[in-house]
Structures are given as C-alpha cells and as structure tokens.
C-alpha cells in the first residue's frame, strides 16, 4: 500500500473526495465513471467499475466534483463518522485504499484518545508522564 500523504474528510452526506491526482492516474473520470466499492479486512477499496469483472461490493458514481458516496453499512462497520471522521488515502495498483485517519501519539504511538498539542498529537497517558517530569 503506497501511503500519498492525503488524508480527507467525510462529508455530512458521508462523502469523499477522491483526489484530482489519483482520480488522473486511475483514469477516473467525474460523472462518468462509478466506482465498485468494499471493505477489506479495515480498509476500503475503491475499484474503477468494469461491467466485466465480478462485482463484489456496492457501485458508486463519481460526481461533478470527483466525490464518492461511501455507503451507509460499510461506514458503520468502520465505525466512521460523517463529518467528524478523515480517512487516509492510499493507492494500490489500480485500486484506492482508505483507511481510517488516526492520529497517533508523537511519543508511544497509541491511537486512542489522542488530544492535540500545540500542533503534535498526545495521548494522556504521555500526558501524565509529562506532568510527572520535576
Ligand atoms: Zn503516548
């Protein structure tokens, strides 16, 4: 999985916008083309759909705006929020992979309850440590 550094927010509609870039080099084009959409073990994969292949997953079309809808289960599964939660994106041959976006402590690399701190991400129990420090 080739991480690309984007990470990206779901919509209050539990939208995402699969970037100009990668939406050039999969050649996806904006209302046009649909996408075959399912989850992977925690990820979710998005496919160019091709109506000769064996669909696995739900097919989606990419709006005027090069957004996907992710579907209302799927994002249930994953546990993600609209408009609260972001998701990583990653290209995989000619797939692309999201992927929950969470921040990791800067310190132990613990995901959860993670607050941030004058830019860095901090986890309390480093918190706690921190406070410890005489
Ligand atoms: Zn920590």
Redesign the pocket.
Same mark, same amino acid.
């Given at each position: 999985m080739k991480s690309t550094g984007i990470v990206r927010k779901v919509d209050q509609l539990g939208r995402i916008v699969i970037p100009k870039e990668l939406r050039r080099t999969l050649q996806i084009v904006e209302i046009e083309d649909s996408l075959e959409i399912f989850v992977e073990n925690d990820t979710i994969v998005l496919k160019k759909y091709n109506e000769n292949a064996d669909i696995y997953g739900v097919i989606r079309r990419v709006d005027q705006l090069g957004r996907i809808v992710l579907p209302i289960e799927l994002r249930r599964k994953l546990d993600i929020l609209v408009e609260k939660d972001s998701l990583e994106i990653y290209v995989e041959g000619n797939s692309v992979i999201l992927k929950k976006y969470e921040p990791a $402590? /800067?310190? $132990?690399?613990?995901a959860r309850n993670?607050f941030i701190f004058k830019g860095k991400n /901090? $986890?309390?129990? $480093?918190?706690k440590?921190i406070q410890e420090i005489k």
């Open positions: $402590c /800067i310190f $132990c690399g613990n993670v /901090i $986890c309390p129990s $480093c918190i440590e």
